[in-house]
Each structure stands twice: as structure tokens, then as C-alpha cells.
């Protein structure tokens, strides 16, 4: 039976779907696995955010999906735009495919935009490039209502980049990203740049502009708390593999992975003074992707590390309606179900091996199988 229908959640059609997707950097001092089996998928209309510390993969995961990472990198598994294979598209489609079926918006707007063009042209390039039938005066109107979406006046398309603030600069960076009305946009820390303020009106804004057009999105932050604030649902990732995926609110207040739980614990609740007063850290760093440890790549942090740990390498399987999680002490919802135990609940009791069989959660048959320590 399929998994979702399985785990009590609906069947949907995704508009983004991804199956087992590694990414190999190859560099002169060795491979460099930065993505390491990564499946989700996204419906229209709803925003999955992508969260984790530094170096985990996030970047290369939002690359991967319209293919713009850099030769060096080698990528397998599968990514579907609206059905279509991404990683199999013939070059022409694929342009067409990126500004129309799914755009980009990069962290520090500053590097991304072009320091010697005009903003209003660089919005208008990638408009030119779908329609390139387009009367100069119909850009320059299109270009005009594009930045009046995102809360800047139509002059401002005379200006260059450097005569704009940082947030007003992301705000063009958005512009250009609904130029070709895609139906996903892929934002990668798209306020990291900025102070909390603009921070704030930017999340807003892409909030607002997402919500009226009910295209979907793909947001990535660390910031767990920003993420569970703007988007439907969450994935965790840990040393290139999702841990943990679910409802945003869900894994925020009551993430079953260890790492989602001391990710979630470091930010504050609002509405919760002692969260506050009382953020809890994350001991040690992650780990570098190239030397990555036996078993669980978490294990060296993990607060609740077993011996078994050490022999197994985790994959997602369903822990809950509509949840998944990759650890050895979640159970799954079969073992659960199984122990009379609620799916989810913590499987450090005796008796409740976790069946270490990988599943995606979204549905499909299984995807990897946990790689034993040899
Ligand atoms: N072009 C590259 N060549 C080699 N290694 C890279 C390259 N880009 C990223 N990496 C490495 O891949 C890992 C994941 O990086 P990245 O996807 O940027 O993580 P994140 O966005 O979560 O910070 C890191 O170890 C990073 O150093
Ligand atoms: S598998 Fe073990 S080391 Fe990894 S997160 Fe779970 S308890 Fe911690
Ligand atoms: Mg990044």
C-alpha cells in the first residue's frame, strides 16, 4: 500500500518532487558528498522550508533543482518540475523551465545583481528571454508593475544597484524572480543579508506575494523559527540528508529527531519568556561532509546516542501522520503500530527495534537502504 495512504495522510500530486537526490563535489582534495539522499516533494500552492546549520546542503539541494550547480558537481536520483525530469531536460527546455516554471531567489542580492545595468533592465532580461516579441513599452510597463508588487516605486527601475538599500535591492531580486510568473520560486536565506526589520518586511512580502498568487515555494534558512512561521511544512537537514520532514508547526514544537529538537530548542518561542531566557545550544559543529563518521552522522553530538547508532546510517521512514524521521530511536509507524505505541513516540523502551527499512514519505516504494558500517 502507498505509504501516504498508509500513514493516514491524502494523496497529492506534487508540483516539485525529488527522489533520492545525491550531490558529489569533486575537488582536487577528494569527493565532497554534500547531498546525500534527499527526497520531498512540494504540492502547488504550499511552502515547504529547507532548515539547518551552515555546510549541510541546503545551497546545493535549491542548485540541484534547476541545475545550476557547477560542473565539478556529480548528481544522480531524480528531480520533477510539474512531472517533467529536470536532470534529463534538453538544454532549451531547461531555459525554459528556469524564470518560468521555477526562479530563484539567492542570499545578498548585492553579488547576484549586475553592478553596471540598470534594475529595471535586469528584470527585463529574463522577460525577454521567454517573449522576446515584447514591445519595449510592454517591459517597461510589465517592469513597472513588478516593482510596484513588491513595494517599490516604478522609477526605482532607472536606478543601479548600489543606489538601493540592501532590502530594496532583495526587493528587485524578487521582482525579477516573479518576472515570468513561475509557479515555484526557490528562495535560498533570502533575508540573511539584511537587519531584523527589513528581514521581517521581506519575509512579508514573499508571504503576501505567494499567498495571492498561490504559486509554491521553497524556502531555506537556519532559522528554524522564521521557517515555521512562513511554511506549511519543514524539513531538517543534517550532514546532506533530511532527518526530519513534517508539518512546520509540528516539528518546531515537537521534532522527533534529536538534531530537530536541539535545532528547535536553540530559538526562542514567541509568547514563552523562558524559551527566551533559556535558548539551548547545540554542542560541537557539524561534521565536514568528505570525513563524515561510521553510523549516524549525528552521532558525535547526539544527546541520546546509543551503541547501535554506530552500525546503522538512518534514512527517513514514516513516524506519524504525515511526519517522517531518520533515527534509530523513532520507531516506525508499522513498529508502532506493532507495539500498540503511539507512532512517533520515542523507541528507547526495550523490544522496539526500529524496522531499518528506508521509505519515502512521500509515497513512492523505497528509496535507499541504510548503509550498515562496514
Ligand atoms: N562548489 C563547491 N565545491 C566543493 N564543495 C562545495 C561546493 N559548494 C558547496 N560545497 C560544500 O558542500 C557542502 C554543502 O554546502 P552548501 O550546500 O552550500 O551548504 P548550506 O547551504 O547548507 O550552507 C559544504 O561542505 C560545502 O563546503
Ligand atoms: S540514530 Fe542515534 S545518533 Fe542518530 S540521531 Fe538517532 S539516537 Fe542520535
Ligand atoms: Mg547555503
Redesign the pocket.
Known amino acids: 500500500m502507498d505509504e501516504r495512504a498508509r500513514a493516514g495522510a491524502s494523496p497529492r500530486t506534487d508540483y516539485l518532487r525529488v527522489k533520492d537526490l545525491h550531490v558529489t563535489?569533486r575537488?582536487a582534495g577528494g569527493d565532497?558528498p554534500?547531498v546525500r539522499g534527499a527526497s520531498f516533494g512540494l504540492a502547488p500552492g504550499s511552502k515547504l522550508g529547507v532548515a539547518?546549520e551552515?555546510?549541510?546542503?541546503?545551497?546545493?539541494v535549491a542548485l540541484a533543482l534547476l541545475r545550476l550547480l557547477?560542473k565539478?558537481?556529480r548528481v544522480s536520483g531524480e528531480i520533477l518540475i510539474d512531472g517533467e525530469d529536470v536532470l534529463g531536460m534538453k538544454w532549451g527546455r531547461l531555459r525554459a523551465v528556469r524564470w518560468a516554471g521555477a526562479s530563484v531567489v539567492f542570499q545578498g542580492a548585492m553579488h547576484s545583481l549586475n553592478a553596471v545595468h540598470r534594475v529595471g533592465d535586469q528584470i527585463a532580461e529574463p522577460i525577454l528571454l521567454h517573449e522576446p516579441r515584447t514591445t519595449p513599452a510592454a517591459v517597461r510597463r510589465r517592469v513597472g508593475a513588478l516593482l510596484e508588487q513588491v513595494g517599490l516605486p516604478p522609477a526605482r527601475a532607472r536606478a543601479y544597484p548600489h543606489e538601493l538599500s540592501g532590502g530594496q535591492r532583495q526587493r528587485v531580486m524578487i521582482a525579477m524572480a516573479l518576472a515570468c510568473e513561475p509557479r515555484l520560486i526557490i528562495a535560498d536565506e533570502p533575508t540573511t543579508a539584511l537587519d531584523v526589520m527589513i528581514q521581517a518586511q521581506i519575509l512579508r512580502l514573499i508571504d503576501s506575494l505567494v499567498g495571492d498568487t498561490g504559486i509554491s515555494m521553497l524556502m531555506?534558512s537556519h532559522d528554524l523559527s522564521v521557517l515555521a512561521d512562513t511554511c506549511d511544512r519543514l524539513a531538517v537537514?543534517y550532514a546532506g540528508r533530511i532527518v526530519e520532514e513534517g508539518p512546520a508547526q509540528q516539528v518546531f514544537d515537537d521534532a522527533r529527531h534529536p538534531y530537530g529538537a536541539a535545532l528547535s530548542a536553540a530559538f526562542p518561542r514567541i509568547g514563552d519568556p523562558s524559551s527566551r531566557r533559556n535558548p539551548h545550544g547545540l554542542a560541537g559543529d557539524p561534521p565536514d561532509?568528505a570525513a563524515l563518521p561510521g553510523g549516524c552522522a549525528f552521532r558525535p553530538r547526539c544527546p541520546v546516542v546509543q551503541d547501535r547508532c554506530a552500525a546503522v546510517d538512518p534514512v527517513l521512514w514514516p513516524v506519524g501522520p504525515d511526519r517522517a524521521a531518520a533515527c534509530v530511536r523513532v520507531p516506525s509507524d508499522d513498529d508502532a503500530r506493532a507495539a500498540g505505541v503511539p507512532a512517533g513516540a520515542d523507541a528507547a523502551s526495550p523490544g522496539m527495534p526500529p524496522e531499518q527499512v528506508a521509505r519515502d514519505p512521500n509515497g513512492a516504494p523505497p528509496i535507499t537502504r541504510p548503509e550498515e558500517t562496514r
Do not use: E, Q
Open positions: 563535489y575537488t565532497i554534500a539547518g551552515s555546510g549541510c546542503g541546503k545551497s546545493t557547477p565539478s558537481a531555506i537537514m561532509p
